[in-house]
């Protein structure tokens, strides 16, 4: 499993942007499939954005299309969450995980993400 580490988060204005990384350790870090999720106050974490192993596709949740980008540098073995027009209701505290073996797929499912970071939190004021 990785160990993730991510940090980037802070207080924006509604329609602000930030960038959240999120730093990997392991040589097999370019095999896994990775994800963003954020728990926000009173809600169960909730799918964010996914990445495939290889980078060939990406997922987003519907709230977030368009404004959100996941992306990754394999030479830094980071990868970013990229947040623009952000809302008072994007206020949350961000997690980047992994699958749980390399080569899974993309997966939008709490439970198929084996390594979890330690969370970075991201204030939207209106």
């Known amino acids: 499993q990785l160990q993730l580490v991510e940090s980037g988060g802070g207080l924006v204005q509604a329609g602000g942007s930030l960038r959240l990384s999120c730093e990997a350790s392991?040589?097999?870090?370019?095999?896994?499939?990775m994800g963003w999720f954020r728990h926000a106050p009173g809600k169960e974490r909730a799918f964010v954005a996914a990445l495939s192993w290889g980078d060939y596709s990406t997922n987003y949740a519907d709230s977030v299309k368009g404004r959100f980008t996941i992306s990754r540098d394999h030479a830094k073995n980071t990868v970013y969450l990229q947040m623009n027009s952000l809302k008072p209701e994007a206020t949350a505290v961000y997690y980047c995980?992994?699958?749980?073996?390399?080569?899974?797929?993309?997966?939008?499912?709490?439970?198929?993400?084996?390594?979890w970071g330690q969370g970075t939190q991201v204030t939207v004021s209106s």
């Open positions: 392991g040589r097999t870090f370019s095999t896994y499939t």
């Open positions: 995980a992994a699958r749980l073996r390399p080569y899974d797929s993309v997966s939008y499912y709490l439970r198929d993400y084996g390594s």
